[in-house]
């Protein structure tokens, strides 16, 4: 697999796919008059009001570059009468890396094998006679678990954290039995099966493993490969999002530094799931006597 920029499958997502990038436009966009696409306003090279623009051609039906015409090489040539396919994805350890870089292909593979199981356990899963409970701990350990299984070392954008939580709304309602129409928030009947939220999940894994990969030596191979550094010149625009800027963001939201993954024990308490115990959600009787005393007395 050859990885370089816009590399690898495009995925149509979205009811009106934009001819340029094959993802979904919104009301800010326009149609090709020669192919009766919806382009993005970013993608078209328009500036200024859209409205204003008759006429419009496509850069696809122009003859430019879109993802689809990006050349693909086919095959690599090992140099001793031996050739390899080439090919723009390939399952690694049940883990799906695309040549483009990215979780989108790992997300998209996860979340179907992740459906899969879910129908597999539908007769658990979805029957009336079943607690909430049971069906929650069920899902927990077999299809959430198969849901985020190598999301630690994803560099997961927006759009592939939704792609999880969406999954995860829908399998939620299906288990509890409600709709749309019910007008149930996802987090009560999140609580009502007694499981958390998949970011949550992924979030505490990703600095679980950061935990690890920081406490190597720096003459391990490990700490070899993420101070390494790509020669070349950058290209314009944003570079791609990467594991350590998800890791810093994470960090920053619990207020944690680097240093602290140092002490293993520590970093384990301050990272893992606060559950919490029988002493704090059940207040003895005598404590909330002296509460109404004192209320009492205030008044």
Known sequence: MRCQVDAGEVVKTGKYPCGACRKGVGSNSILCTSCCAWIHRRCSGIVGNLKLASNYICGRCRGGRTAESTERQQQVSLGVGQNLECVEKFCYLGDMIGAGGGAEDASRTRTRCAWSKFRELAPILTSRGASLKVKGKVYKTCVQRTMVYGSETW?????????????????????????????????????????????????????????????????????????????GTKGRGRSKKTWEECVRNDLNCRGLTAVMAQDRNNWRSLTGRKRPTRASMEKPQHTLLRCGRMDAKRK
């Open 155 to 231: 560099p997961m954008k927006k759009e592939d954290m939704q792609r999880l939580e969406r999954t995860e709304r829908m399998m939620v309602r299906w288990m509890c039995g409600v709709s749309l129409k019910n007008r149930i928030s996802s987090e009560e009947l999140k609580g009502r099966l007694g499981i958390e939220g998949i970011d949550e999940i992924v979030e505490r894994g990703r600095l679980r493993w950061f935990g690890h990969v920081e406490r190597k030596p720096e003459e391990s191979w490990v700490s070899a490969c993420r101070k390494f550094e790509v020669a």
